[in-house]
């Protein structure tokens, strides 16, 4: 086994640089070129068909079949003069990645190229092999997917591929993208009516989503020798190297040249596809990047999201390399996150998370501010139930990731302009020298545009023009947390709105009405707003006497689900049916239980055939030193000492691995899924993972280098 190890390291060596050639500097003129979007649909439909198109797209309707037909006429002859030969229904099951299934435009009954727009709008794909939570018996084994038009069709390879969302037969819900649009669409709904109050002219408000997305990247070779990495996208075991973070010389240091030429070809690959990728630099931990693209609609950015992650991967196989979107593939290096910054855009094209300096938008800004706040405060735990996976969990609270407990930071400026709305009626304005505003209203008091502090410890943060959902996990898809986002969202700007609405009939002057509702709003939300260190103990002591709660695994987590409350905010906005919730969290129970398994499975694998047998065989020579050293009437004490060492871990690892197999052979007993989930969670990895890791990881210092098994930390870690 070590042969893998030292093999991988002895071709690192042997790398060439892949050349990656920019088509042109100015991007401008290849970007999005492999996208059949609302530009292309321009040019290439006739006026009347693109304006039922548009207008479609806008008010969340129904294509009809004669518009379908003359959109897919001509992306078939779009995407043919690019040298497509098939299309596909591209869609987001609850594995959390995407699928395609090919179909040639090629009729070979026909003889000709064919692309109808029945085909287009839906295709039938087997729906058995999908996750389904239960909704889908095996002999309804049938599954719709129906284009998206709100969505740009993109070319990839030779393929047409067109964004739907996928449902079953009985018509429920299957994939991540449904759920999604539908609180796009409530939250669009809430907030214009809420909008309007301000502004008649505001029509429609789109919700905006910029992901940072956060990675590692290691040599293939290193990769494929490291089974655990193979298996589970993370090391199960592995001692810190001597050098890890804690120079923090990595973050915005210069890039690594082959990482340099991965991240230039990708990116290229991108801007072909209209992801709008924008920023990349080094994260904190050694071979940690990020990549952040331009702000979008949130269903387009998470399909660009989606499509990044596959090109990423894509790409990275051309440079030899692994990209790894596990949340936490390293112990006690920072885990990836992927930071969803959110806002709320009107038609009018004014961002109502943007102070400003006109007082009545002052208000607006105000009004999305606070009842933002209280959505969070109302329904943290569906929140945190939104980010909560299997790998999200080890990285939440730890190293340099926020922590469970749903909090939100505001900063000082907005504290205390809060704090002065919520307890006066009459405040003072101060005459600041430059970006000073009045909000119009004599109880509100003024907001400097430049709200400048940050706070990385927290899940939820204002960042001056949008909120920053920085808990959600790198290898999640997006729809998820911004469903629960977009939703909780709407839901507390109708309340808003009713509740105005209500005082303005009884006779009240309809900005007094606002500001009475948003104090009230601020008094009973306070406790979520949090500015101190996220990470430190004593949060997680006063987050407890404010009552917040800190969920720390994903079993319990998800119960926010299907809470009363929850099953009732799904349904209220027609987002998901009590069944589909039901499903949809069997779903994330058995994901959770599977992960569980296969870590245990790996470590188990590892730790018997690989670890074990090493130290043994090292032991031997040891043995064999010792009592060498014992004829010649030399103290072998030392030697000794590490062979009992050796012998103790060893034991410790056996005992570990075969009563971690008896639980899970119990636990797999328990027919309910919730109680095995919490079972794993408790039983397994709790119990066992850190105490058979343990003594890996002291076996790692103690054996040879040149016999250990495993790629180490410093040889995965260090690329250059
Ligand atoms: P920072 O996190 O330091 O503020 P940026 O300003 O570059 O970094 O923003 C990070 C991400 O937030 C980018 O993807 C950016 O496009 C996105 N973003 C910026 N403004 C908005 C907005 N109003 N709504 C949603 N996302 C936004
Ligand atoms: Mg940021």
């Known amino acids: 086994m070590a042969h893998l190890r030292f093999d991988a390291l002895k071709r690192l060596n042997d790398h060439q640089p892949v050349p990656v050639e920019l ?128 969505s740009p069709m993109f070319l990839y390879g030779k393929t047409l591929c067109i964004p739907t969302v996928f449902v079953s037969y009985t018509g429920e819900t299957l994939d991540t993208k449904s759920p999604l649009l539908k609180a796009l669409k409530a939250v669009d709904q809430a907030a214009t ?20 997305q956060e990675y590692f990247v290691v040599d293939e070779g290193l990769f494929n020798a490291r089974p655990d990495l193979v298996m589970a996208g993370r090391t199960v075991f592995g001692h810190a190297p001597a050098r890890g973070q804690q120079m923090e010389d990595h973050y915005f240091g210069s890039i690594p040249s082959r990482v340099y030429d991965f991240m230039k070809d990708f990116e290229i690959e991108c801007w072909k596809l209209g992801i709008p990728v924008r920023t990349r630099h080094n994260e904190v931990a050694p071979s940690q990047f990020e990549v952040a693209p331009l702000f979008e609609e949130v269903n387009v950015a998470n399909d660009h999201n989606q499509l990044l992650i596959d090109v990423m991967g894509r790409v990275a196989s051309r440079h030899k390399l692994k990209i790894i979107f596990t949340e936490k593939p390293f112990a006690g290096l920072n ?45 943290a735990d569906l929140l945190r139930a939104s980010i909560a996976t299997y790998n999200n969990d080890y990285r939440l609270g730890a190293n340099e990731a926020p922590p469970a407990i749903m909090s939100v930071f505001i900063g000082s400026q907005m504290q205390n302009v809060l704090n002065e709305v919520e307890k006066s009626g009459n405040v003072k304005i101060e005459k600041g020298d430059n970006m000073y505003m009045k909000l119009g209203i004599d109880q509100i008091p003024e907001i400097i545009l430049d709200a400048t502090d940050r706070n990385r410890t927290s ?58 509702v948003l104090r009230r709003y601020i008094t009973e939300a306070k406790n979520v707003i949090f500015g101190g260190d996220g990470y430190s103990d004593e949060w997680v002591k006063e987050a407890e006497k404010r009552g917040l709660n800190n969920i720390k695994n994903t079993p319990r987590a998800l119960d926010a689900y299907t809470s009363k409350k929850s099953l009732a905010l799904f349904e209220k906005h027609g987002v998901l049916s009590h069944k589909e919730v039901e499903a949809r969290n069997e779903i994330r129970l058995e994901a959770y239980i599977k992960k569980v398994q296969i870590d245990s499975r790996v470590m188990g694998d590892l730790a018997l055939n690989h670890i074990v047998p090493t130290a043994i065989a090292y032991q031997t020579k040891l043995i064999a030193n010792a009592n060498g050293l014992k004829g010649l009437g030399i103290d072998n004490a030392a030697v000794v000492k590490t062979i009992e060492e050796i012998s103790r871990h060893i034991e410790n690892i056996k005992n570990g691995v075969r009563d971690m197999i008896e639980e899970r052979k119990r636990i797999n007993k328990l027919g309910d899924t919730h109680k095995k989930a919490i079972a794993y969670c408790d039983d397994v990895k709790e119990k066992y993972f850190d105490l058979i890791r343990d003594s890996v990881d002291k076996l790692e210092l103690l054996v040879d280098n040149e016999d250990w098994p495993l790629v180490k930390y410093r040889e995965l870690l260090f690329l250059r």
């Open 23 to 150: 088509p042109d500097v100015n991007i401008s003129r290849f970007f999005g070129e492999n996208v059949f979007g609302p530009e292309q649909m321009k040019a290439n439909l006739s006026a009347p068909i693109y304006k039922q198109v548009a207008n479609a797209i806008k008010n969340h309707e129904k294509i009809d079949h004669s518009t379908a037909d003359a959109v897919a006429a001509a992306a078939k002859i779009w995407a043919m003069s690019k040298g497509a030969t098939h299309f596909t229904h591209w869609f987001q099951p609850m594995t959390g990645g995407t699928a395609e299934k090919h179909d040639s435009f090629f009729d070979a009954l026909a003889g000709i190229e064919k692309f109808k727009g029945s085909e287009l709008v839906q295709q039938e794909p087997d729906a058995s092999s999908f996750p389904s939570g239960g909704i889908r018996s095996t002999f309804e084994a049938r599954g719709y997917t129906a284009w998206d038009p709100t």
């Open 193 to 212: 009516k809420v909008a309007q109050f301000f502004d008649k002219d505001i029509q429609h408000c789109t919700a905006s989503l910029g992901s940072e």
């Open 335 to 379: 885990g990836s996150g992927k930071h969803n910054n959110w806002s709320l855009i009107t038609d009018t094209g004014v961002n109502l998370y943007a102070p400003s300096s006109s007082a009545r938008d002052n208000l607006i800004f105000l009004t999305f501010f606070v009842t933002t706040i209280k959505a969070v405060h109302e329904h």
């Open 459 to 516: 899940p939820f943060a204002f960042t001056g023009n949008k909120f920053e959902f920085r808990a959600v996990g790198s290898s999640d898809n997006c729809a998820t947390a911004m469903t629960a986002l977009n939703l909780i969202v709407a839901d507390q700007l109708e309340l808003f709105y009713n509740e105005v609405s209500k005082d303005i009939e009884k006779g009240e002057e309809k900005r007094l009405a606002i500001v009475k």
